[in-house]
């Protein structure tokens, strides 16, 4: 999966946020990035893609609420996808197992440092 710099560097401008080390090589993939205007109130919000989910933000703040909502439910399918490996019981194949453990644990950490660092940013 790759780093997806644009649009990193778009987020970053819009919120005033710097996260690309803990993001970079954390397993989310940052897909696209649009703005949506009201064209009634002509009030912008933005759409986030990543990992084919969608969030919505406003502001910078609501960039932190959102993108930790985000992560922490990224987090959880990691752990559930580690537990199902876990607990199934039909043939197993070590070398696969232990690279899918490596990657979640991997991304489980990562994404772990991404939510701290996120949440230095709350006021």
Same mark, same amino acid.
């Given at each position: 999966?790759? =780093?997806?710099?644009?649009? +990193?560097?778009?987020?970053?401008?819009?919120?005033?946020?710097? =996260?690309? &080390?803990?993001?970079?090589?954390?397993?989310?993939?940052?897909?696209?990035? +649009?703005?949506?205007?009201?064209?009634?109130t002509? @009030?912008?919000? $933005?759409?986030? @893609? &990543?990992?084919n989910?969608?969030? +919505? =933000?406003?502001?910078?703040?609501? /960039?932190?609420?959102? /993108?930790?909502? !985000?992560?922490?439910?990224s @987090? &959880?399918?990691?752990?559930?996808? !580690?537990?199902?490996?876990?607990? !199934?019981?039909?043939?197993?194949?070590?070398?696969?197992? !232990?690279?899918? +453990?490596?990657?979640?644990?991997?991304?489980? $950490?990562?994404?772990?440092?991404?939510?701290?660092?996120?949440?230095? =940013?709350r006021?």
């Amino acid at each position: 999966m790759e =780093f997806n710099e644009s649009i +990193y560097s778009k987020i970053s401008q819009i919120t005033g946020l710097n =996260f690309k &080390a803990q993001i970079k090589g954390c397993g989310i993939e940052l897909q696209k990035i +649009y703005v949506i205007r009201d064209l009634e109130t002509d @009030i912008e919000k $933005y759409l986030l @893609i &990543a990992d084919n989910e969608l969030i +919505y =933000f406003k502001n910078t703040s609501d /960039f932190i609420e959102q /993108f930790s909502i !985000f992560i922490k439910a990224s @987090i &959880a399918s990691l752990e559930n996808e !580690f537990e199902t490996i876990q607990n !199934f019981n039909g043939h197993k194949n070590p070398n696969s197992d !232990f690279e899918n +453990y490596d990657r979640i644990g991997h991304n489980k $950490y990562k994404q772990s440092k991404l939510l701290d660092k996120i949440n230095t =940013f709350r006021k």
